[in-house]
Structures are given as structure tokens and as C-alpha cells.
């Protein structure tokens, strides 16, 4: 898959760096973008896909729609694109690496140095989807991340699939078993979304969707 296939995005990628640089010189943003997107291609992917890119793009946009946005709003929208561009579900490094990636290769895009430590620690937020409070560009990142949570009970269980698909190396016990875990984690948290938009419209629906998965999982287990 090329970002021939996806021209779309990379006009959405080249807006949004141009916009982030405010009028400053730099590179042809197209290269970057097309890298990326060779990126959320690869092979090893059933969720983190280019799919989700644009799933998360797009919740940034609503929530931006909605008043939800952060106060560095292209900033957030870049970190986006590189949240899981480094990506093997064998690996717990991948956020580390993503931002690693982000730091390199934004700096060299034009960006400042404020800019580019700000992308890539949002990008690090993405392993706790925990921002601070007031943290408006964290809020914005994490809630656009998990929104997929929220989706109909069909979009919800495609999700569900695709992940257990990037997990296929792992057997179906032990998937269960931490799918489980990640899920028990996730309910016992105060709240799951953070902008006022996404805890009034998605924080339901997220609940609703995660209880029953556990309770599939808890049966199946059950009965074995």
C-alpha cells in the first residue's frame, strides 16, 4: 500500500505540517508523509492500520468541532500521526520508539524545538491515556485515541477482532486471560475520556461496550 492510495491523507498530512510551522521554511512536507504512511501500512498490522489513523484524525476534528480541541491544536493532529508509527505487538517499546521517530524527523521538517518535544510527548502519553489535569492537547490526544471504545457494538467487536488478529501469536488462553486484565484495568478508572465532549458522548457507550466484552471473556472462561 502506497500513499498514492491515500491522497486524501497525505493532503491532510502536508496541511497540517505547513500549519504547524506558521509560515517558516522547510522541506516539502510530502516525503515525511508518505513515509508514514508506508508506515501504518505494514503487514503486521489488523488494527493499528491506516484506518486508525484516520479514525483518530477524524475524532480530533469533532472534537475540535465540539469546543473539546487543545491549545496547540496542529501540534496534536501531528502527534496523531505518529502515535503508532512504529508499531510491533510483540514489542512494548513501540510509544517510546514512535516518539523517538517524532523528535528526529519533525525537527528536521521545520518544526521548533518547543514543537517537537511537545508532539513527542504527547505521543509518550499514549501509553497511559492519562493527562494531567488542564493538559488540553494530552485531553484531546487520549480521548481521540480511545474513542474507538465507544463505537456501535458492531464497530466495537471489528475492533476487537482486529487486535486479537495482531495478537495471533499468542495463545487463546492467555489473550483472554490479559484482554481481561486490560479491560478490568480500564473500567476501574475514574473516568476514560477527559474533554467535556468525549466524558458527555463516549464515556457511556465506552463502558457499555468494555463490560460486555468482559463478561464474553469471564464466561468463556467459565466454562473452560
Known amino acids: 500500500m502506497t500513499a498514492e492510495e491515500h491522497p486524501e491523507l497525505l493532503q491532510r498530512w502536508n496541511r497540517t505540517l505547513l500549519a504547524a510551522r506558521a509560515g517558516r521554511e522547510g522541506p516539502d512536507p510530502a516525503p515525511y508523509g508518505r513515509n508514514l504512511l508506508s508506515r501504518w501500512a505494514e503487514p503486521q498490522r489488523r ?118 488478529e495482531e495478537y495471533a501469536f499468542v495463545p487463546e488462553d492467555d489473550f483472554r486471560k490479559g484482554r481481561a486484565a486490560v479491560l478490568r484495568q480500564l473500567l476501574s478508572l475514574p473516568r476514560l475520556f477527559h474533554t467535556p465532549y468525549g466524558a458527555a458522548v463516549w464515556e457511556g457507550k465506552a463502558r457499555d461496550n468494555m463490560e460486555r466484552e468482559l463478561e464474553e471473556l469471564t464466561d468463556v472462561s467459565d466454562a473452560n
Request: proline share 3%.
Open 47 to 164: 488494527y493499528h492500520t491506516v484506518d486508525h489513523l484516520r479514525a483518530v484524525l477524524d475524532r480530533i476534528d469533532e472534537l475540535a468541532d465540539q469546543g473539546g480541541e487543545g491549545g496547540e491544536l496542529e501540534l496534536v493532529r501531528l502527534a496523531a500521526w505518529f502515535h503508532d508509527a512504529v508499531y510491533r505487538p510483540d514489542r512494548s517499546e513501540n510509544e517510546e520508539r514512535s516518539a523517538a521517530l517524532a523528535e528526529r524527523a519533525l525537527f528536521e521538517a521545520g518544526l521548533t524545538e518547543h514543537e517537537t518535544r511537545e508532539v513527542a510527548r504527547l505521543v509518550r502519553l499514549t501509553v497511559s491515556h492519562d493527562p494531567a489535569a488542564g493538559d488540553l492537547n494530552g485531553e484531546t490526544l487520549c480521548d481521540a485515541d480511545l474513542a474507538i471504545l465507544a463505537g456501535s457494538p458492531d464497530t466495537y467487536g471489528g475492533y476487537v477482532a482486529a487486535v486479537r
